[in-house]
DNA sequence: TATGAATGAGGTTTCATTCAT
DNA sequence: CATGAATGAAACCTCATTCAT
């Protein structure tokens, strides 16, 4: 991952792989069947940390603004605190070598999300409008914040992470 | 652009450039001193082109809120209409290929878009922001519906663009 | 010698041959120095067989003519009944992995074929020819007929059986 | 068609081909899409000019023997007189490498071989059998003599070569 | 004795780039 | 200025063989 978010999805040939891990071509080859395969496997494991990143610490009695909040941090947290993995998945997420079934299983790590979407529209918290297009308002926000940090163009602060989080807050609650 | 979005920056070679484009691979090197050039030199015209798109109408004598929401149409709408620059943007977007002179000429030509967040802020309509963070989380809800479109997941309707718009804007507004 | 059959000689790589046998690869290189070992093994082990099956039901009392028929047909009946074997033995029999050593063993394991043919000189019955030519003809005729239904070009009936042998003896005998 | 008829078809690397031909691994890519094709073209090249060989002074007015014993010596003399050649036939009519389209557009360059057995069993100089049991048996004398020579097992000489051709004569004709 | 993961040289193929025409 | 064949380094991947367990 960390090659691959160094230099590009293709600029990363196996034999880099093999000596930056240790572990003979051949060896890859034992446990993968192709370039491609590992690529893919990475892309879903890194899928599920990152569901799995975004529910830390989440209580579920806790009012759901609160929720939000936390789950909208504790997502660009984990970008910004690992701009390999948001490199490798910005450009995972274009490529072609991702698989469609890759992607549904991907897809499906993150139903806990669109759960939570759901409610919230149910619930009257969030505006009515598709679950799909407000995961990925929600989404494009995260990803730009953190794309200004790892770009260099902005150091993101305490008060931007905030500022941004509730701005994404308020264009989507009710009301 | 075509090839590279179909098949990704580095799955298109030179090769098939000049078969598509029926020019040979001479002339091809003849204009341009490399690959890289030729896509660094597509990105930056795209970028020039995009931020024309955005101001297509453009009346500055008209409410900022109405300047706001014809500039986020514009951009979306360029966006749905051209799913092949779309991806291509997407790729640039992280590539390595991309070089930083060519990052900043194409910062440079969105000048324009970050005078009007800034004059947004200034004049009490946006919130008090960092500038290229409110032009990130614009950029992020605009990318990330037309990306819901290319990807097939959603079909993008007139509502589902007015809301997206009206959302961002909630988001960013003052008060 | 199944996936040589319908590999081909080094399209059979040593981790199919232990996959099908359900031995070892680390179990094979106990037993056998080298893959060029196996074939050599298996080479030397049907050149054996195949000389053995020419002789069944062989009549030392019989008159030649009926013995002459009755190798033939016993030859050809075998290679028809495997057509594995008849592949196996093609590929090898131009192959540089059989060693020079194998071949000669090969060769004596199928004296008594030449001894025949000596034998039906000597007395006779056949044309005064060099031994060699003699049996390298019968061979010929054999696998030519052979290959004709293993290529799928021709179902060799017993019809065709028996005329190929009356050419192959009626070629040959004296007189 | 040198180095497969040294090393064996597997065993020759398109690097070799490369070195031995003076012409970069490119270039032959740029003629060939791949290892496989090139081996295909040689095949059918070799075929139709084995085809031509045989027919080498053909007389149409010549008695069916004297046609018959022209076109056996003509074959045999060609295959001894070019070992590569018969090294890379025999090693090409057994793998799978060889297409079924190439086997079938070699067959058809053989129908002129084909007519004129067809020719000696409809005019009554050769035994009424099937004419591609009829051109194996033909074949398979001829190939069996020309590998004599090949493996060193014997010196072929004149007086061998129509030995042989009469021995096939022999078998085949009428009466 | 049996295993099978590990190795890495070497196989086929691709592709950015050059250059004679 | 245009062409496209030629180049060869380097990509992905395979496979005979070894060796710790």
């Not at 569901?51 to 830390?56: K, L, T, V, Y």
């Not at 469609?100 to 897809?107: D, I, R, S, V």
């Not at 505006?127 to 953190?146: C, R, W």
Request: charged content about 20%.
């Amino acid at each position: 991952m960390e090659l691959i978010a160094e230099n590009g999805l293709h600029a990363t040939p196996v034999s880099q792989i093999s000596k930056r891990s240790g572990v003979s071509a051949g060896s890859i080859y034992h446990y993968f069947p192709s370039k491609e395969a590992i690529i893919n496997h990475l892309y879903l494991n890194l899928k599920k940390e990152m569901a799995d990143a975004a529910f830390r610490g989440y209580d579920i009695n806790a009012p759901y603004k609160e929720r939000f909040f936390l789950m909208w941090q504790n997502s660009l947290n984990y970008l910004l605190s690992k701009p390999t993995q948001l490199s490798f998945m910005e450009q995972c997420s274009i490529s072609p070598l991702i698989s469609q079934e890759t992607k549904e299983a991907g897809k499906r790590s993150h139903a806990p999300l669109a759960g939570f979407v759901t409610e919230g529209c149910e619930s009257g918290y969030l505006k009515k409008m598709d679950t799909q297009l407000i995961l990925s308002l929600v989404h494009g926000t995260i990803i730009g914040t953190a794309k200004l940090q790892l770009s260099g163009a902005l150091d993101i602060t305490d008060e931007h992470r905030v500022g941004a989080a509730q701005a994404c807050w308020d264009g989507l609650k009710e009301e």
